[in-house]
């Protein structure tokens, strides 16, 4: 690609000098074969990076979503790997998974590598390397590539590695939407956490917790990657979240997507075990009333979804099971609970602290411009905002006339 060195040829390669200072130099992923015979550099770089926000920049996460959704042949639409790396004295310093792929309009559009699936957008960095010169630098070589229109990356934290470059204060000003996260490091111990509750939240949810417990016994149980138990409450809380989609009149476009399952259920902690995942199960004499699963890396865990049994939900059984999760983290000492964006008022109930988080568009070539200043940031989030004013029942009546369905959990193929 223009711009870009040749990547085997760059292996092992000094950076660029000029007056005696070093710069950094790149290279570009554009193969499945290119991104797993980089995978020892990948996760030299991870084991470097010890940040938050990152998580869906690991490889174990990027070469499985490639793996079950990205697109082999080049002369097809996509998704197609575009994986930005910068190198310093011949040592990759950062990684920014990317993806190329026909979207709205049929614009050719440079995007998060995994986007719907990865939550937030972001690099992977050493943390002793020059960052922003790393960063500015794939910046440059992607407004450069040919055959693009959009760049587009959804959901940049700002106090991430990418966001603390790109982002401006008027980038800032005009967020409103962030990560919701309970910051843990807040209280010394579970009573300090009870403790800082309103004493009508600790009310209802004793009362709630007692009716369950009426009916039967409540157990919790924390499973982990690679078992029975945890496949099984991806599953489950999968199924869970197509009934309350349904209910709800609400649709997700990740969750739609052949393959999300397998894809979940495939999904491993890191070599290393820097990174886990992790699935919550909350039972009623031992029949499953609330799941969840998510990942943790460096002591920060992403509730990426949470679910429950449609027939118990006067009971607030997803509420009771995130609790114990809380209290799970605790115990494991991980400081961030983090429900990530889309800003709700349960959410409220269950963070102390948000991270802004800002989508960054940029139109390349002419309709490329039309589509981000028009489509991204007038009309999407104004279609947005008017289906989320709408009554569950109302929304149900217009999927259905869409022929929408919310999505389907069935494994791919």
């Keep these: ?30 193969s499945f074969d290119e991104l797993i015979q980089f995978e020892s550099a990948w996760r030299d770089l991870e084991a470097r990076d010890t940040g938050r926000f990152t998580y869906f920049q690991t490889y174990d996460w990027c070469a499985r979503w490639f793996d079950i959704f990205g697109d082999r042949d080049p002369l097809s639409e996509g998704p197609h790997l575009r994986v930005f790396t910068a190198y310093e004295q011949g040592r ?16 050719n559009t440079l995007i998060t590598l995994s986007e719907p699936h990865a939550q937030l957008s972001n690099v992977l960095a050493d943390p002793h390397a020059d960052v922003e010169a790393a960063v500015r630098g794939c910046w440059d070589h992607m407004r450069r590539l040919p055959n693009v229109d ?54 209802g949810r004793r009362r709630k917790r007692k009716k369950l417990e009426s009916d039967g016994r409540l157990e919790f149980a924390v499973h982990m990657a690679g078992t029975d138990g945890y496949r099984r409450l991806v599953a489950t809380s999968l199924q869970f979240k197509d009934v309350w989609l349904r209910e709800t009149g609400k649709a997700s476009r990740a969750l739609s997507m052949a393959g999300t399952q397998e894809f979940m259920q495939g999904l491993r902690d890191t070599p290393d075990g820097s990174a886990r995942c992790v699935a919550g199960e909350l039972t009623l004499d031992g029949h499953t009333i609330a799941a969840e699963f998510g990942f943790e890396r460096h002591g920060h ?7 429950f049994d449609w027939h118990f939900r006067v009971h607030s059984p997803g509420k009771l099971e995130m609790e114990e999760m809380l209290g799970w983290c605790m115990r494991e000492g991980i400081e961030w609970y983090d429900l990530l964006g889309n800003a709700s008022t349960y959410k409220d109930d269950w963070s102390n602290m948000t991270v802004p988080l800002v989508n960054l568009h940029e139109g390349l070539t002419t309709l490329g411009k039309a589509q981000a200043n028009l489509w991204s940031k007038r009309l999407r989030p104004a279609l947005k905002s008017a289906l989320e004013s709408l009554s569950g029942d109302q929304r149900k009546f217009l999927l259905g006339k869409l022929g929408t369905a919310p999505f389907t959990s069935a494994p791919k193929g």
């Design 1 to 30: 690609m223009r711009g870009f060195t040749n990547k085997t040829a760059m292996s092992g390669r000094e950076s660029q000098n000029c007056g005696g200072e070093s710069r950094p130099s790149f290279d570009l992923i554009t």
């Design 150 to 203: 959009v760049i587009d990356l959804p959901n940049v934290p700002a106090s991430s590695s990418l966001g603390k470059v790109l982002l401006t204060e008027q980038d800032l000003e005009g967020s409103t939407d962030g990560c919701s996260i309970m910051d843990l490091s807040a209280f010394d111990d579970w009573s300090a956490y009870q403790g800082s509750l309103s004493a009508n939240t600790r009310r």
């Design 301 to 307: 865990y992403i509730g990426y979804l949470g679910a």
């Design 92 to 107: 990759c310093v950062l990684i920014w998974p990317m993806m190329l792929e026909r979207r709205t309009m049929g614009l």
